[in-house]
């Protein structure tokens, strides 16, 4: 069963940067797509950046220019390096991973903007 692991969340100031890491349990090159969701407090889980095997990235809209998704591949790592948080960034991250089987969900990392 595949494993998504994120960790990297916390408390940051607006204005301020983070970064998130998504460590999958097998190797990220099997993932077709490996992508980062954020779902906050009443409201639907949004898709934030996507990376595919071939290194095409997309973002929304609310967040281009601000965030960047990355892989390390010695790290086997998956990382999204948040800049200029806003309040309304705030939210659960989710990492999404699919392969052959399917979707594969983590169990997310709370981002929380906030003065």
């Known amino acids: 069963q595949v494993q998504l692991v994120e960790s990297g969340g916390g408390l940051v100031q607006p204005g301020g940067s983070l970064r998130i890491s998504c460590v999958p349990s097998g190797s990220i090159f099997s993932f077709n797509v490996m992508d980062w969701y954020r779902q906050a407090p009443g409201k639907q889980r949004e898709l934030v950046a996507r990376l595919t095997r071939g290194d095409i990235t997309n973002y929304a809209d609310s967040v281009k220019g601000r965030f960047t998704i990355s892989r390390d591949s010695a790290k086997n790592t998956v990382y999204l390096q948040m800049n200029s948080l806003k309040p309304e960034d705030t939210a659960v991250y989710f990492c999404?991973?699919?392969?052959?089987?399917?979707?594969?969900w983590g169990q997310g990392t709370q981002v929380t903007v906030s003065s």
């Open positions: 999404y991973a699919v392969d052959g089987l399917g979707g594969h």
